[in-house]
């Protein structure tokens, strides 16, 4: 009897989460695919804003005149109104990544309509009206699609991560992935808060290694109001 109920178990949680996130990933790699690619980069960083981390990285990206997106946890931007001010006022873009940052996996119905809900009106209190959204760990249910269709929201997803937020990912393993995995026209995902203790710390140290060394390159860096 267990079995046939953890089967059965497993086809629900599937087709709940697993089937829209995976269908959404693979739309996102076809499209980048027929894209045209160019020496332009993407960065976009999530979990934030940290009072921590993320001054220290939008003064790492003013001293290079990087731009890049952010998709801010809300319940991390209320608390630090002054970063999306300052996000905004220094041409980088705000996007939602979530209210409380929890996996739609284990988010029913209605507890997905009121994470958007008090998300992107705790946005909208900032001065923020989002076009683009990036789910928690990629993830997204039945009820995220139609939350995103009501939000007029644009799902984006990423082409290269590093692993950032992970304990013993040191810099220069950080380093050492981004180099070997980015390709001209990639949107990069790094993260400028939650993870392990000091992970952000590390991604900091890694693009201060990795952004001039990029830009010698000729790539140039856009927001994702420019992605093709």
């Not at 790699?29 to 979990?47: C, I, M, Q, W």
């Not at 082409?159 to 304990?167: F, L, S, T």
């Not at 992970?199 to 109001?225: K, M, Y």
Request: aromatic share 10%.
């Amino acid at each position: 009897m267990l079995i046939p109920i953890l089967f059965l178990g497993s086809v629900a949680a599937g087709s709940y989460a697993f089937l829209p996130s995976t269908w959404h990933k693979l739309r996102h790699k076809l499209r980048r695919e027929k894209g045209v690619a160019d020496p332009t980069l993407y960065l976009t960083f999530d979990d934030g804003p940290s009072p921590e981390y993320t001054p220290r990285l939008l003064d790492l990206l003013a001293r290079h005149r990087v731009k890049a997106s952010f998709f801010v946890v809300t319940e991390f931007a209320e608390k630090n109104p002054h970063l999306i001010r300052r996000m905004c006022q220094e041409g980088h873009l705000v996007g939602f990544h979530s209210a409380r940052h929890r996996s739609a996996y284990w988010m029913t119905p209605r507890q997905t309509r009121r994470d958007f809900t008090n998300g992107m009106a705790a946005l909208r209190e900032l001065g923020i009206t989002p076009v683009y959204f990036r789910p928690p760990w990629g993830v997204v249910n039945w009820s995220s699609l139609r939350q995103i269709r009501r939000h007029r929201l644009r799902p984006m997803f990423w082409d290269v991560m590093a692993q950032d937020w992970k304990k013993h990912i040191t810099k220069d393993e950080i380093i050492r992935r981004l180099q070997r995995r980015t390709q001209p026209g990639d949107i990069l995902c790094l993260h400028d808060g939650r993870g392990a203790e000091g992970a952000p710390d590390r991604t900091i140290e890694a693009l201060q290694v990795l952004l001039p060394h990029w830009l010698e390159q000729g790539f140039r860096f856009q927001t994702l109001e420019r992605y093709a």
